[in-house]
């Protein structure tokens, strides 16, 4: 009888297609798949060790599923991802329910460490780099759309981040393979390719000396059965007026950047050894709602050491001025061996929440206002599933997945289908609408 797998994969969306490739990895070999981990021989935990709220919920997940093992039905509780890259010497003494523990680059090995571990042994291993798998994918995201991980690692080194420790540099895969990937996932169905990697306005710098995200959309565009693209993560400093107009342009690239700017103060910004001033990030939202009618999408970190209440105040009469229709705003988190973490001027983490509850609530007020905008405007939405009130749940090309509002829709029509959607109520966050 086949082995049966459960996997939980916490995080980003990049580790989410790391974990994907392990499913499609087990079943090509035959696993037996399932989302039940009460039915599960062997249990996989694909971690997060961005900042420290994720590493907690990764420890938590971890011993959750430890209780599985005790009741009999779990014979084998395997560690993966970055928590596992990074603190696989602490893991390994410290959790002993953990069989194996298994780093970024050695995914490909995870046969080979279900095999030794149902034999009895504990394996560690997170010495290799980061490979981008091989084995088709066993997709998690809804029936529609995929993402492409076009670079992993990061060269940025912004001064409170942990990514470069944990991925190492910046590589990007070469665009063959990803035409490839995406002509597969075309092939399967999905319609909507959202490219992804730490910064994807670099992607190809490295392998072809210059950046290549606009040939890598053209390309994706001429794919047969491709309907939306949603390139992630596109740093200021790289956004030029030729990137902007070829993402206007381009018939199949969602009208939607994604632009982390995390701040608008210049001191700030080169504190946490950020590409580019507020001046440049102006400029580039300011280009941008010129060129076409976008939805823009940020993130904020409030309570950056030694951030002033002046700077906060700003920042928060920054995003009044240029507002975005997407935000998220997160505290600082004051990760180890990071520059950022051994700096002076350290801030209280209650004066940091507050800071974070005022943003969002000027975000509240800010994404109503921009919602009401598109009120009786009619849209093509992709029908994603149903709420407990039997509404049909779906998004236009102006929501991104897992990160954004919904369109809540009244109507009839197959999941996983598009329709014609007029909007008719705008909240805070999502819209309504009924099908024409």
């Known amino acids: 009888m086949a082995t049966t797998v459960a996997l939980i994969s916490l995080g980003c969306a990049k580790n989410q297609v790391d974990a994907e490739s392990m499913l499609g990895q087990l079943a090509q070999k035959g696993y037996q798949l399932t989302d039940d981990p009460a039915q599960a021989q062997v249990i996989i935990v694909n971690t997060c060790g961005f900042i420290t709220s994720a590493k907690e919920e990764s420890i938590e997940t971890i011993l959750d599923m430890a209780r599985y093992k005790e009741e009999g039905v779990c014979r084998a509780l395997i560690v993966t991802g970055c928590l596992a890259q990074r603190y696989a010497a602490q893991l390994e003494a410290e959790m002993p329910e953990a069989d194996a523990i298994l780093g970024i680059g050695h995914i490909d090995e995870l046969e080979a460490v279900i095999h030794a571990v149902l034999e009895g042994e504990r394996v560690t291993k997170n010495s290799r780099p980061y490979a981008f798998p091989a084995a088709p994918r066993v997709l998690s995201t809804a029936p529609r759309h995929a993402y492409l991980k076009i670079a992993d690692g990061c060269d940025n080194r912004c001064s409170y981040c942990a990514i470069p420790l944990i991925r190492g540099g910046f590589v990007s895969r070469p665009i063959d393979d990803l035409l490839r990937e995406a ?11 959202i490219p992804i990697a730490q910064d994807t306005t670099r992607y190809g710098l490295d392998l072809y000396g210059k950046p290549r995200l606009i040939d890598l959309m053209e390309g994706l565009s001429e794919i047969e059965g491709v309907k939306w693209i949603r390139p992630l993560y596109l740093y200021p400093d790289l956004v030029s007026m030729t990137l902007i107009d070829a993402m206007a342009q381009m018939q199949k690239v ?53 951030e002033t209440r002046a700077q906060f105040d700003a920042l928060c009469q920054f995003i009044t001025e240029y507002p975005f229709d997407r935000l998220g705003a997160f505290a600082y988190s004051q990760e180890e061996d990071t520059p950022a973490a051994q700096m002076d001027g350290q801030i209280r983490q209650g004066v940091k929440n507050a800071r974070v509850n005022k943003i969002m609530a000027l975000q509240r007020k800010i994404s109503h206002e921009l919602l009401q905008k598109r009120v009786g405007r009619e849209y093509e939405v992709i029908l994603e599933g149903r709420n407990p009130q039997g509404l049909l749940v779906g998004r236009s090309m102006y929501e991104a997945p897992d990160v954004d509002g919904a369109i809540l829709v009244r109507g009839d029509a197959p999941l996983g289908q598009y329709a014609r959607v007029r909007i008719t109520q705008a909240q805070d966050y999502d819209l309504m609408g009924v099908i024409v």
């Open 183 to 193: 002509r597969v996932l075309a092939d399967q169905g999905i319609s909507e390719i």
């Open 254 to 306: 969602c009208n939607y950047l994604d632009l982390p700017i995390q701040h608008i103060d210049d001191t700030i910004l080169r504190a946490m050894h950020r590409r580019g001033d507020g001046a440049l990030i102006k400029d580039v939202i300011e280009k941008t709602r010129a060129a076409g009618d976008f939805a823009l999408r940020t993130t904020l970190i409030c309570g950056f050491p030694g």
